[in-house]
């Protein structure tokens, strides 16, 4: 009775479990005052450490005590409408005989691995037969395995933007500052995290069973190319941020000069068609005289070609 209320409560606060051996792996989805709770009367953490798993606003981090440790990790979520990512957070409890996982739903690769190890015993006898550090190990694998293609898309949207950027027809300033901005949400995320994993190889082996040497290595390569990937992509920004600013500042430079000869064209020829109607009207010339038409016309000439002539010199057209 006691363990069938038990069962009502964890599918309740959305608490899955999974057991093979020794090991439980507790996965908790979107946790809440509720989730807290109810691992405060299963386990023995710090108060501050359940607290922080519910908060959106830590730093990466690695609590650790005699029994177990507690990580917080950051990921990235990617908005398709607004074209910029936000930074999520997750956390693990980790142990001799348990793996706890608190994570928003927008973490699929937990949701993913877990599914995996329900319906596959061999998936999950080689995830879980070898300690809870291993078990994380895979966790972390595929979460960073599924950044790849964040760093794909990162790539096609600069290529899109190079385009824009030294197309005339087309403003690039916005895109290249959601980009920006994009980038600096995924250095954020993945620049901590490298340095978190570094800390974390060595007190996650006393809660594995085999040695992690090599698989951690595994993993640090690929997060070293993601942030390598990232590096070059903000200087690729960068290139492209100050390249429109400069082709944007020439095509307004190349407007007002435009409109500073057409005004410098007019101002002469208003003044000569001024003096012209005074002269003729104070010596009562007829205006439809032949000869004033072919004389206006010619002064007119001379007078725009000298300052054609005087800008084209000056190279200002």
């Not at 450490?49 to 519910?54: G, K, V, W």
């Not at 060595?202 to 594995?208: C, E, P, S, V």
Request: aromatic letters at 10%; one cysteine or more.
């Amino acid at each position: 009775m006691a363990t069938s209320q038990k069962d009502a409560q964890k599918k309740q606060i959305n608490i899955k479990t999974l057991t093979v051996g020794d090991l439980t792996w507790v996965d908790i989805a979107q946790p809440t005052k509720e989730t807290a709770e109810y691992l405060a009367e299963q386990y023995n953490f710090h108060p501050m450490d359940l607290e922080d798993s519910l908060s959106i606003r830590q730093l990466a981090k690695i609590e650790e005590y005699p029994k177990y440790l507690f990580i917080v990790f950051h990921f990235q979520t990617y908005e398709k409408m607004t074209k910029i990512s936000t930074r999520k957070q997750w956390s693990v409890f980790v142990g001799d005989k348990f793996l706890i996982t608190l994570h928003p739903v927008e973490l699929k690769t937990t949701d993913d691995v877990f599914r995996e190890c329900g319906l596959n015993a061999e998936i999950r006898q080689d995830y879980m037969g070898h300690g809870a550090g291993y078990l994380l190990y895979q966790i972390l694998d595929r979460a960073v395995d599924s950044y790849f293609p964040v760093l794909d898309k990162i790539a096609s949207l600069l290529s899109d933007i190079e385009d824009n950027v030294f197309s005339e027809q087309i403003e690039a300033a916005e895109e290249l500052s959601t980009l920006r901005r994009d980038i600096v949400t995924q250095r954020r995320v993945m620049f901590p995290t490298r340095t978190l994993l570094i800390e974390l190889e060595n007190k996650l082996k006393r809660f594995a069973k085999i040695d992690l040497t090599i698989y951690y290595s595994d993993l640090m390569d690929h997060v070293n190319k993601i942030c390598e990937a990232l590096d070059e992509s903000r200087e690729t920004i960068e290139i492209y941020k100050d390249a429109d600013y400069l082709l944007s500042s020439y095509r307004a430079n190349r407007g007002i000069r435009l409109q500073t000869v057409m005004l410098t064209l007019v101002l002469p020829l208003l003044a000569l068609f001024g003096l012209v109607f005074t002269y003729v009207t104070l010596h009562g010339i007829d205006v439809s005289s032949p000869h004033i038409f072919p004389i206006v016309l010619v002064i007119a000439v001379v007078i725009i070609g000298g300052i054609l002539f005087v800008f084209r010199r000056r190279r200002l057209i």
